[in-house]
């Protein structure tokens, strides 16, 4: 099956910016069709710009993009019939109230009064949302705000979902609702791009996925790929009489609280958990996580904020 969007060689330099940074670099990215493919990176990695550029709003410097087979810049009018976008922090009209906002918007795509009444109804069932239907977006909460926003483009007909940091600020419960709603999309066979820098969601719900640094892609596969694409892939902890000197000779080691951590490969993994069986040592082991990914390749936790000598302001 075709890919649902190929961006290839997109570059991005913004006038004014600070610095000579480009905000997108030489990306080329294959999104599959009617599955959720995440990108993830840390602020001012380039996320929100590449989802501007790819749902039709901002043009590329360089490069393009081809939404549906269709060619972004050219044929805008027709992807945009096709497409429904969450940007970041982005907000319901606030003088609607919650139910009207979801069902103007699905009428406003031509999607049928007796059908946009129903896909309302189910969509506000399915995000929580039953109790404050008839209140007035001003009259919301952030997280509900945010909630309405995706349910209009989780209800509605499109076949590619740009959703930008679709679960920031929300709730542990609510986040899980807007991913069950999410994963109910993808298995309606629609595409779903989504950006966030929570790496627990991207593993919940992606796929495949892309990490981006200062514009760049650095690692791009399913992530189980991105995993075995680290030097130590093991991730083990050890509690006990085994000396720091010792655990230096099985790979990667940092004190945590109470003991010890170690990124090693798998024979060694084996061998340390031997050996922690033999002195008694409480040790706990597994695949490392994405968040142990993303510290080996690019070198900083994702929710570290760009240094101000990185040549780029953070933008949110
Ligand atoms: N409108 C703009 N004008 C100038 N620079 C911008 C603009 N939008 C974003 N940038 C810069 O482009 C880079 C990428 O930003 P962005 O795409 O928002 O990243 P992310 O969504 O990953 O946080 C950052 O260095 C940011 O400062
Ligand atoms: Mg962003």
């Not at 929580?128 to 509900?144: C, I």
């Not at 999309?185 to 969601?201: A, K, P």
């Not at 796929?207 to 892609?217: C, D, I």
């Not at 170690?262 to 084996?270: G, L």
Request: hydrophobic share 40%; aromatic share 6%; glycine share 8%.
């Amino acid at each position: 099956m075709p890919s649902a969007l190929s961006a290839s060689h997109l570059g991005k330099v913004y006038p004014h910016a600070s610095g000579d940074a480009a905000a997108l670099d030489d990306l080329s990215l294959e999104v599959p069709t009617g599955r959720t493919y995440g990108l993830i990176g840390r602020n001012g990695a380039g996320k929100t710009t590449f989802v501007r550029i790819a749902s039709t709003q901002l043009a590329p410097s360089s490069g393009r993009v081809e939404i549906l087979g269709l060619e972004a810049g050219r044929d805008d009018r027709a992807i945009r019939l096709r497409i429904a976008c969450v940007p970041q922090e982005s907000r319901p009209l606030y003088f609607l109230r919650v139910e009207e906002v979801v069902y103007l918007y699905l009428k406003l795509r031509g999607i049928a009064a007796v059908e946009a009444r129903r896909r309302t109804r189910e969509i506000l069932d399915e995000l929580s949302l039953a109790d404050v239907r008839t209140r007035l977006v001003s009259r919301l909460s952030g997280g509900q705000r945010r909630r309405t926003m995706c349910a209009m483009v989780l209800a509605s007909d499109a076949e590619i979902l740009f959703l930008d940091e679709p679960t920031t600020g929300l709730d542990p419960i609510a986040r899980r609702e807007v991913w069950q709603a999410i994963r109910r999309t993808s298995r309606e066979h629609r595409t779903i791009l989504l950006t966030t820098h929570y790496l627990d969601e991207v593993e919940a719900l992606s796929s495949r996925l892309a990490l981006l640094e200062k514009g760049r892609l650095v690692l791009e596969g399913t992530p189980a790929d991105l995993r075995a694409r680290v030097r130590f892939p093991y991730r083990v902890t050890v509690q006990g009489p085994i000396p720091r000197a010792e655990l230096d000779s099985y790979g990667r080691v940092s004190e945590i609280e109470g003991g010890f951590l170690v990124f090693t490969k798998e024979a060694a993994a084996r061998e340390l958990a031997r050996r922690a069986l033999e002195v008694g040592a409480r040790l706990s082991m597994g695949p490392v996580s994405l968040e142990d990914v993303f510290l080996e390749v690019v070198g900083r936790s994702i929710e570290e904020e760009p240094a101000a000598d990185d040549g780029e302001e953070a933008w949110a």
